[in-house]
Every structure is written in C-alpha cells, then in structure tokens.
C-alpha cells in the first residue's frame, strides 16, 4: 500500500492527539498520588504542562477531524467542507474528541497549585486517556465489548505511566534529593503494578488482533507492531533501570544520581514519543490480520 500526504498527516496528528492527551491525563494522575510530597511551585509548573497539553490535544482533535474529512476526498480544499466536516464528527472519531476534551476541561477545572486534584479531575483525565478506546479496530471484533475494555485499560495505564515522565523531570530539576528521591520512590511503586497491568492487557489485544503469532513477521500490521514491541522492550529496561538503581541511589542520598535520573527520564520521554508514532501508524495504515 503506498504511503501518500495524507496517510502521513493522519500519523503525525494523531500521535500528536496521543501524545498530549495521554500527558495531560497522566499528570493530573501524577498529581492526584504526588500531591503532598511537592513544592507549590513545582505543582505551579505541572499544571502548566496540564493545561498546554491541554489545549494541543483539542486543537489535534480538531485537526483531525480536518485531516480525515480532506482524506475521503483528496482534495484540500474539502479540509474546511462543512457536509465533510459534519459527516466526520458524527462518527466515532468525533464522539470520542468531544469525550476528550469534556475530560480534559474537569481535569483541568478540578486541579489547582493549593490542593489535590479533586475525584472529578482524575475522573476526567480517565476519560480523556480512555477516549481513543471509543473508535479503533477493536470495534471491528466480535464480541467487541471485551477488546474495547481492554484497550481502556491499556490507555489508563499508559497515561499513568507515560504522563508522569514531564512532571518526574521536572521533580529532578529542583535538586531537592529529597523530594525527588520520595516521589520516584512513590511512582516507582505504583508503577510496578500499573505496568503489569498494562502488558497484561497489551498481549491480550495482540493475540485478539494478530490472529496468529505467525502475523508478527508475515504481515505489515504484524511487522509495525514488532517495531512498538521492541521500543516497549526498551521503555521497559529504562524503568526498570530507574527503579532498581537509580530510586535506590536517590534514597541513600547519592546527589549524582539525579543526573543520570535525568537523562533516563529524556530517554524514557524519546521512547515513549517513538511508540506514539508507531501506534498512531499501526491504527492509521493497516488493519490487523484478525480482520481480514
């Protein structure tokens, strides 16, 4: 299948749709279980990533809905075609951006520097995560209420653990060793079992989609999702780095370790932008062989 201007505008708008929603939603989350161990200043600077990612996951969302209406008919001009437009916002695309961003206005009307975020903050950055469960091929199965719960949960755990990296590098900076030591410590615990979740629930959908392990290097689907699987391999050896060696370090009071905290965390944050693209790929260009 070729790879054409549009296919790639598909990509890049919808990792970028990923990328800032699952950052937003995950940091209201960060601040939900870090709350009493940060500065008001530091949570000034969190809420501040909160509501520009905000923002950018709305403004990708109605992006999208742009890309896709130019997309059906390959013209341009019909980005801004108000029967195309419409038609694209009636679908499951446009239900789950307008679930979207009504999650992403209570988190962010339910977070402020002087308290913890309130349960309808964290509610809506739930909603916002799990929003890209409501279109995608899981709908395609049958029955497709157990994949699509699958794919919630998938999300939940990806914002938890993806949304923390701004908010953890930005601890790091204080040169508190304290606090970053005690927040990479509560993070790293929670994680532990958030991660376990998520793969849990990620093999789950593979076997759901591939229809066969054999997919993974016969098809194009199969291949693209080996690449994501590589990049989680590699996310997954930075955490583990990160909470074996470096929390550890932090906690004995080893100043040079937020150093290299530092740098994993950018490497963490490379990575993590790496898989968007790759999934924004896989749920762009090619259906998954279990529906062919």
């Known amino acids: 299948m070729s790879f054409g201007v549009w296919d790639a505008a598909g990509v890049a708008v919808k990792a970028i749709a990923y990328a800032a929603t699952l ?38 969302g109605g992006v999208q809905i742009m890309v896709t209406a130019g997309s059906m008919s390959g013209n341009a001009a019909d980005l801004v075609s108000p029967p195309l437009l419409s038609m694209v916002s009636q679908t499951g695309l446009g239900r789950a951006i307008v679930i979207r961003a009504a999650g992403l206005l209570f988190a962010n009307f339910g977070t402020s520097p002087q308290r913890r975020p309130a349960w309808f903050a964290a509610a809506g950055a739930v909603a916002a995560a799990t929003s890209f469960a409501w279109v995608g091929h899981t709908h395609s199965l049958a029955p497709y209420w157990p994949p699509i719960l699958l794919v919630g949960i998938h999300l939940c755990a990806a914002a938890f653990w993806l949304g923390a990296l701004a908010p953890l590098l930005t601890i790091s900076q204080t040169g508190d060793l304290a606090v970053v030591a005690a927040t990479a410590a509560r993070f790293g615990a929670a994680a532990q079992y958030v991660v376990g979740v998520l793969i849990a629930a990620g093999l789950v959908l593979l076997w759901l989609l591939l229809g066969g392990l054999s997919q993974l290097w016969v098809s194009a689907y199969g291949r693209c999702l080996g690449l994501k699987l590589a990049l989680v391999a590699g996310l997954l050896s930075c955490a583990a780095f990160n909470k074996l060696r470096l929390t550890p370090r932090l906690t004995a009071g080893d100043s040079a370790a937020i150093h290299s905290l530092r740098a994993s965390i950018r490497l963490e944050m490379s990575l993590a932008a790496l898989i968007l693209v790759v999934t924004a790929a896989l749920t762009t260009l090619n259906g998954p062989p279990a529906l062919e």
């Open 23 to 60: 950052g937003a939603s995950g940091a209201v989350l960060f601040l939900t279980y870090s709350h009493s161990l940060i500065a008001g200043s530091e949570r000034v600077r969190i809420l501040r990533q909160v509501r520009r990612s905000s923002v950018i996951a709305v403004i990708a």
